[in-house]
């Protein structure tokens, strides 16, 4: 066996440890780009290619990278609000037949979202009162007759009156909505639920808020959350774990402690650095290059046209996730580390 093979091999996903709440294993979502006379499939977007995941109960796993990186297609492709093109996926040891739509209803109340932009996620013809109660209604989770007090119990736990119930959403602030947005999401006593750029619409102010808000549920409704986001402050005061994305592939995986200290990867180094300061004494360093198209991505390393370490052999060989001290790197010249045999 070669030592990129043994490499490989021991780069390989294991099974599900015990506790694990989610296993994603391979997992890819690619888009067809039709073109032609005849719109034929010329070749495909590759927003999520094979990447591999687990989280425990309880946890905040983060994800990160640039816009147009794949983060939030790998949210709604675990969800199945876009449909995977390949890869196996599991709820709490349960596996879920990615290619059958009905495969996933009997998960669709574990699995939650809440998403990024407040103003077009909520219905404008619905009061507050029928969003929140339309999904506990299809999913049985209390008779009709107990509703407007279960109502009425999530907007408290968000920070809401009750006497809103009956508003519609157009009477109501950024924050405000994203917080009813919360509140339909924990209604249906999900375990996981994906936070796709939650904050990134609202104001500095209302950010900190919603942030501790969601901190404040996790821990006293035991909630997993698998945060998407571009903002690496945010990322590091909130995360357990970090998964590093870029191409639709992970190319870093470590504990928040660990990575903001020592990233192992230059791309999450170059992310790193790259991060606004008020010290007048440091500017913060911009990435370069230009990024390759993910319909025709080039050989090798996918980062290598911009990595201040490229060497031939990364032009030539695809790296996968190699442990790096506490971390794992894609990446054959690890900052820090000697080179991967």
């Not at 490229?310 to 032009?315: I, L």
Request: glycine letters at 8%; a positive charge.
């Amino acid at each position: 066996m070669t030592a990129a093979a043994s490499a490989r091999a021991e780069a390989a996903p294991a099974p599900s440890a015990p506790g694990t709440l989610l296993d994603v294993q391979g997992l890819k979502t690619w888009f067809p780009v039709m073109g032609g006379v005849f719109r034929k499939t010329m070749g495909h977007v590759k927003a999520v290619n094979d990447v591999s995941l687990s989280m425990g109960k309880g946890e905040v796993l983060s994800v990160v990278g640039e816009s147009g990186c794949g983060k939030s297609t790998l949210g709604f492709s675990i969800l199945g609000l876009t449909p995977p093109t390949e890869g196996r996926l599991s709820l709490a040891g349960h596996p879920i037949d990615i290619r059958s739509p009905s495969a996933w209803n009997p998960f669709r109340k574990d699995f939650q979202i809440i998403f990024q932009d407040p103003y077009t996620s909520l219905n404008p013809r619905h009061t507050v009162f029928e969003m929140i109660a339309e999904p506990m209604r299809v999913h049985g989770v209390c008779a009709s007759r107990d509703l407007p007090e279960m109502v009425a119990g999530l907007l408290r736990k968000v920070g809401l009156s009750p006497d809103y119930m009956h508003r519609f959403p157009h009477a109501f602030s950024g924050g405000q909505r994203q917080r009813i947005g919360i509140a339909r999401a924990i209604g249906l006593r999900p375990k996981l639920i994906v936070c796709d750029e939650v904050v990134a619409a609202l104001d500095v102010s209302v950010q900190a808020q919603i942030i501790q808000l969601l901190l404040d549920l996790k821990s006293e409704l035991g909630l997993s959350l698998l945060f998407i986001s571009h903002d690496l402050s945010l990322v590091k005061a909130i995360s357990d774990r970090v998964l590093v994305m870029y191409l639709g592939k992970i190319v870093e995986e470590a504990h928040a402690s660990d990575l903001f200290v020592q990233p192992r990867h230059p791309y999450t180094a170059a992310l790193l650095e790259s991060i606004p300061t008020l010290d007048r004494g440091r500017r913060p360093k911009l990435l370069g290059g230009e990024i390759p198209s993910p319909v025709n991505l080039p050989p090798g390393c996918a980062f290598a046209g911009r990595c201040p370490r490229v060497q031939d052999r990364c032009r030539k060989e695809t790296p996968v996730l190699f442990p790096a001290d506490r971390s794992s790197a894609a990446c054959f010249y690890p900052v820090g580390l000697p080179p991967v045999p």
